[in-house]
T-cell receptor
């Protein structure tokens, strides 16, 4: 079946450094790729998304890139801050069915 | 305040005792979905609904039932819970029953089946 692989599972960075999380999907029909942030004890919250007709999207310190040929998309966080510490999930969908990655626990060290 | 609510937030039950987890949204969203979250497995979709009376299976539907009789409500039913259904459950909704719209998640329901 369809799947989304996400790496790394944990990531520690110094405050101010950049963080990169990578996902690979298997379903060629996928055309929407959201990223969610989950803080402790809360539900996931959308932080950025990208559609298949776009290669890159930025929102302040956050950016997402998509390589449809390689079926690969990545989340980039620059100038990391302690409040960026959370679990991040990527997802892919081409219909109403969503496939999520297994999550990355990001720790920003002050 | 626009939100997705789930009840109960915590539930401990015994094997075989039927239970229902309620989900309600006040944003007039067409699309609603249920997920379970397990360590190391991420979020896995159980069922989703594109609109009233329209539901379909996600990746892990076995052992679960859903119904969508009203637009705002999407309850998750476990007819005969088993210990492998111990998990953290999230309900979510989105604006349009299609691809490419933000899902709003509820606060989660932590279920323990003994």
């Amino acid at each position: 079946g369809e799947n989304v692989e996400q790496h790394p599972s944990t990531l520690s960075v110094q405050e101010g450094d950049s963080a990169v999380i990578k996902c690979t999907y298997s379903d060629s029909a996928s055309n929407y790729f959201p990223w969610y942030k989950q803080e402790l004890g809360k539900g996931p919250q959308l932080i950025i998304d990208i559609r298949s007709n776009v290669g890159e999207k930025k929102d302040q310190r956050i950016a997402v890139t998509l390589n449809k040929t390689a079926k690969h998309f990545s989340l980039h966080i620059t100038e990391t801050q302690p409040e960026d510490s959370a679990v991040y999930f990527c997802a892919a969908t081409g219909t109403y069915k969503y496939i999520f990655g297994t999550g990355t626990r990001l720790k920003v060290l002050a | 305040e626009a939100q997705v609510t789930q009840n109960p937030r915590y539930l401990i039950t015994v094997t075989g005792k039927k239970l229902t987890v309620t989900c309600s949204q006040n944003m007039n969203h067409e699309y609603m979905s249920w997920y379970r979250q397990d360590p190391g497995l991420g979020l896995r979709q159980i069922y989703y609904s594109m609109n009233v009376e329209v539901t379909d299976k996600g990746d892990v539907p076995e052992g679960y039932k859903v119904s969508r009789k009203e637009k705002r409500n999407f309850p998750l039913i476990l007819e005969s819970p088993s210990p492998n259904q111990t998990s953290l459950y999230f309900c979510a909704s989105s604006d349009i029953a299609g691809v490419g719209y933000e899902q709003y998640f509820g606060p989660g329901t932590r279920l323990t089946v003994t």
